[in-house]
């Protein structure tokens, strides 16, 4: 029954949901975002938010998931997005970012601005806790 439940829910909010707050893109990450290794997703979003597409861009291990900011950039470009938000999770459960995140991060912001692409935030999520690091400052 809960198995019917979540994939019921999936094909909603696979439709284009618009992530306009942040309880809706938490809410979204929480249903598609887990795992025993960690998992780098790509929300690409076009000018009102709607979710154009998730992708996984990267499966990695229990502490490492290798990403390259030209990928992640040239399927925003194939995609026409105007927006993104990178999420990956920690299945360790602690959601804090390491130095390698930020570092990606800031990558990844400075080669989408050039572009004109808006990085909304960069979200970890591990044991139902989550970190923005927008919220941080980070971005």
């Avoid at 598609?32 to 979003?45: A, K, M, N, P, S």
């Avoid at 502490?63 to 105007?82: F, I, K, Q, T």
């Amino acid at each position: 029954m809960v198995y019917e439940a979540r994939q019921i829910l999936l094909r909603h909010l696979n439709q284009n949901p618009v992530l306009s707050s942040w309880q809706a893109v938490l809410d979204y990450c929480a249903l598609t975002i887990r795992g025993d290794v960690e998992r780098f997703h790509v929300l690409y979003l076009d000018r009102r938010n709607r979710l154009i597409s998730d992708e996984c861009l990267a499966i990695g291990t229990v502490d490492h998931v290798p990403v390259y900011p030209r990928e992640v950039l040239r399927r925003c470009l194939a995609l026409n997005a105007s927006a993104l938000i990178i999420v990956h999770n920690h299945p360790a459960g602690d959601p804090e970012p390491s130095a390698a995140d930020l570092a990606m991060t800031k990558e990844i912001r400075n080669a989408s601005a050039s572009l004109g692409v808006i990085l909304h935030d960069h979200i970890i999520t591990g044991a139902g806790r989550e970190t923005s690091l927008r919220a941080r400052g980070d971005l």
